[in-house]
């Protein structure tokens, strides 16, 4: 087993900040909700969330990055060939919780200052430099790209809202082309030493 990916640090008041929004996410269905609203559930003066998170793109962003790095947690594969199951168990979480998966996809697709697109990105590389190491700088790229794109809670959006595919659906097509992206390589896994 690999090891858990972390969330930020953040002080106790933030985390419960974060939470407060995301469960006033989930419940009414949108990111517009109000300081004073948040304030209210995280049980703080509504001062307190303004001086943590001046603006709303701060908010929403750190909102983001929790709910990817706690919610939406996940060990880290042992193996590059272990991330379409990594994958798969991913788009029936971001399904689980669809309001909470378009917060982070959608502060990922804007581009915002911070967000990160391919937060697995350095994972992969490093899976596939140790176990495929002969693969050229182009080869490398392509499949370092194809999975980024595939382990991202925009593919869920996107297999969500234009296929309309349903969580089964979803995680066997995600999984399904991130296995034909790794068939390729298969036969050029570098031997293990032991230890």
Do not use: C, K
Not at 3 to 27: N, W
Request: proline letters at 4%; charged letters at 25%; glycine letters at 6%.
């Amino acid at each position: 087993m690999g090891e858990a990916v972390t969330a930020p640090a953040l002080s106790g008041t933030q985390a419960a900040i974060l939470a407060a929004y995301a469960e006033l996410i989930e419940e009414l269905g949108s990111d517009d909700v109000s300081y004073r609203v948040i304030a209210r559930r995280a049980g703080i003066a509504e001062r307190t969330v303004f001086r943590n998170y001046p603006t709303r793109v701060d908010l929403l962003l750190a909102t983001a990055a929790w709910i990817e790095a706690t919610l939406f947690a996940r060990e880290e594969s042992a193996s590059i060939f272990d991330i379409p199951l990594a994958i798969r168990d991913a788009m029936e979480r971001y399904d689980a919780r669809p309001e909470l998966a378009h917060v982070v996809a959608e502060t990922a697709m804007r581009g915002v200052s911070g967000a990160s697109p391919s937060p697995g990105r350095e994972q992969l590389e490093r899976l596939l430099n140790a176990e495929v190491p002969s693969l050229d700088a182009e080869q490398r790229r392509a499949i370092i790209a194809a999975l980024s794109h595939l382990d991202s809670v925009g593919t869920w959006v996107t297999f969500r809202r234009e296929f309309g595919m349903d969580r089964r659906d979803i995680a066997d097509a995600a999984a399904w082309a991130a296995e034909a992206v790794l068939d390729g390589i298969r036969d050029r896994v570098a031997p293990q030493r032991d230890a």
